[in-house]
């Protein structure tokens, strides 16, 4: 991975969840924005071309799904690199995780989540996406 | 699902990350905001912000340290999902009792 950082776009309508992906995720590595529904995720996403984006599922005004279909249907038509999008979610609600699948999604975040595992596990999905 | 509370008791819970200590103090204080949230959505019948604020404290309460909190989350997202309100008012009621007795020891 090279040395330049990571821009990673974090969707979370919760100031708690919010604040957890701040901490957790260290300045060396990731350049960060953060945002509390899917409108606006979609908004910064064309402006800002992150790398990574992260995505709660349910949220008001635009779902995480709602976000994820239309990310994916502007990189159809975009020649820059596709974003590695995580989906985030509740325990118990491990099948909107499948349904999110379909669109093509790179990996998922189970909360809740300690912030001291989470910035290894986006690292790795990301990787895992971008091999050198 | 239940949490794990017992009434009366003080409930201890250890925390011993730097990086989280300082978020405890307003995470705990917005679960009691909460909890004055959803008694009055009850009283009205507003099932939807009950179930958002149940489904937020199911995702963040273990990530802070507080497991209690996550159960009690996700038994009150459950209960408005069905629109049952005594559920909900026994679930709020654990929420506040929790709330009261819980120390948090910075180690």
């Known amino acids: 991975m090279s040395d330049a950082k990571l821009k990673i776009l974090i969707t979370d309508d919760d100031k708690s969840i919010q604040a957890l992906y701040y901490k957790g995720l260290p300045e060396d590595f990731f350049e960060k924005r953060i945002v509390g529904n899917g409108s606006d995720a979609i908004e910064l996403y064309k402006s800002w071309k992150p790398d990574i984006v992260i995505l709660d599922i349910m949220m008001p005004v635009m779902s995480g799904y709602e976000a994820l279909k239309k990310i994916r249907e502007m990189e159809k038509y975009s020649k820059d690199k596709s974003s590695v999008i995580i989906m985030a979610t509740a325990m118990s609600s491990k099948n909107d995780i499948l349904d999110c699948a379909k669109l093509g999604i790179q990996g998922y975040i189970i909360k809740p989540f300690k912030h001291t595992e989470i910035s290894n596990r986006i690292l790795s999905y990301y990787q895992k996406a971008n091999p050198e | ?107």
């Open chain 2, 1 to 107: 699902m239940s949490s794990n509370v017992n009434d009366g008791e003080k409930i201890v819970v250890r925390i011993d990350d730097d990086d989280i200590k300082e978020l405890i103090p307003e995470f705990l204080k917005n679960r009691q905001t909460d909890v004055k949230t959803i008694i009055a959505a009850l009283e009205c019948g507003d099932y939807e912000t009950i179930l958002v604020l149940g489904h937020g404290m199911k995702g963040s309460g273990g990530g802070y340290g507080f497991d209690a909190i996550t159960d009690i989350g996700h038994s009150i997202e459950d209960a408005a999902k069905v629109k049952n309100p005594e559920e909900i008012k026994k679930q709020v009621d654990e929420l506040s009792s929790y709330l009261e007795r819980v120390e948090v020891v910075y180690e």
